[in-house]
């Protein structure tokens, strides 16, 4: 479900994936380990991800994706 409302918002393939771990609970060092990438890039995509949302954190994030789920024909 994540990926399709991410993806709404033109993220790239990488950063959908980055961002959907992140938005189930995934710590940069957990998702660096999962995807075999450095935390810095996850760090990297996931700041890509705020800047393109226009928010400063995950909380926002979670905000922003969880309202388009929930009434997504708005």
């Given at each position: 479900?994540?990926?399709?409302?991410?993806?709404?918002?033109?993220?790239?393939?990488?950063?959908?994936?980055?961002?959907?771990?992140?938005?189930?609970?995934?710590?940069?060092?957990?998702?660096?380990e999962?995807?075999?990438?450095s935390?810095?890039?996850?760090?990297f995509?996931?700041g890509?991800?705020y800047?393109?949302l226009?928010?400063?954190?995950?909380?926002m994030?979670?905000?922003?994706?969880?309202?388009?789920?929930a009434?997504?024909?708005?």
């Open positions: 479900v994540y990926a399709d409302v991410l993806a709404s918002f033109g993220l790239t393939e990488r950063e959908i994936q980055v961002s959907t771990l992140f938005l189930m609970g995934g710590s940069a060092n957990s998702i660096s999962r995807m075999g990438i935390v810095s890039t996850v760090r995509h996931i890509n991800v800047s393109k226009d928010i400063s954190g995950k909380n994030l979670r905000e922003k994706v969880d309202s388009l789920i009434a997504p024909n708005e």
